[in-house]
């Protein structure tokens, strides 16, 4: 026989709850990436949805906490890609530092957003709006230009506030 079910009341007291019941939604893991005057940052993030097919529509969620959000909010263009589970290292290193690109392949992408090499996809955006949303900003992203890496790769996965693959039933 299972649990009882345990409910609660959202409130500041609650954020970690609250935090944790938001993750039992696994997620596919991104890494955004943007050009500024102080050179190419990028940030990791599990917050990426298709929005529109007409206008081709993306988004994403940066908190207002991080310290990476503003040059994001006064973007004019960025680069979604989708990590496969071959690279973890990247997730966790544009997790905690928006710098550091020497670390991995990548090119002036096709807005002139960073575009990091061998990811399952890339979505080459420009801004399209931004909303105010808590204490997140919703950034919707026009897709300009996709670039689909290998098909039979898997995705990167985030559960429960671990890294893992998907396993296809047998």
Same mark, same amino acid.
């Not at 939604?25 to 007409?54: D, H, I, K, R, Y």
């Given at each position: 026989?299972?649990?009882?079910?345990?409910?609660?009341?959202?409130?500041?007291?609650?954020?970690?709850?609250?935090?944790?019941?938001?993750?039992?939604?696994?997620?596919?893991?991104?890494?955004?990436?943007?050009?500024?005057?102080?050179?190419?940052?990028?940030?990791?993030?599990?917050? !990426?949805?298709?929005?529109?097919?007409?206008?081709?529509? $993306? @988004?994403?969620?940066?908190? =207002?906490?991080?310290? &990476? #959000?503003? *040059? !994001?909010?006064?973007?004019?263009?960025?680069?979604?890609? $989708? @990590?496969?589970?071959?690279? =973890?290292?990247?997730? &966790? #290193?544009? *997790?905690?530092?928006?710098?550091?690109?020497?670390?991995?392949?990548?090119?002036?992408?096709?807005?002139?957003?960073?575009?990091?090499?061998?990811?399952?996809?890339?979505?080459?955006?420009?801004?399209?709006?931004?909303?105010?949303?808590?204490?997140?900003?919703?950034?919707?992203?026009?897709?300009?230009?996709?670039?689909?890496?290998?098909?039979?790769?898997?995705?990167?996965?985030?559960?429960?506030?671990?890294?893992?693959?998907?396993?296809?039933?047998?």
């Amino acid at each position: 026989m299972s649990a009882e079910p345990r409910g609660f009341e959202p409130n500041a007291d609650r954020t970690a709850d609250l935090r944790r019941a938001f993750g039992c939604f696994g997620t596919g893991v991104t890494v955004v990436t943007t050009q500024t005057e102080n050179g190419p940052l990028g940030m990791t993030a599990n917050s !990426f949805s298709s929005v529109s097919l007409t206008p081709p529509l $993306v @988004l994403w969620s940066p908190a =207002l906490s991080s310290l &990476r #959000h503003d *040059a !994001f909010a006064n973007a004019t263009q960025f680069c979604i890609h $989708v @990590l496969s589970d071959q690279q =973890l290292d990247m997730a &966790r #290193h544009f *997790a905690t530092s928006g710098d550091g690109f020497e670390q991995f392949e990548w090119t002036p992408g096709a807005l002139g957003a960073p575009r990091l090499l061998g990811c399952l996809a890339e979505f080459h955006c420009s801004t399209y709006a931004i909303h105010p949303a808590g204490d997140h900003s919703l950034i919707l992203g026009e897709v300009r230009k996709v670039i689909e890496g290998e098909r039979g790769a898997s995705g990167l996965l985030f559960d429960r506030g671990r890294f893992g693959r998907f396993a296809p039933d047998p």
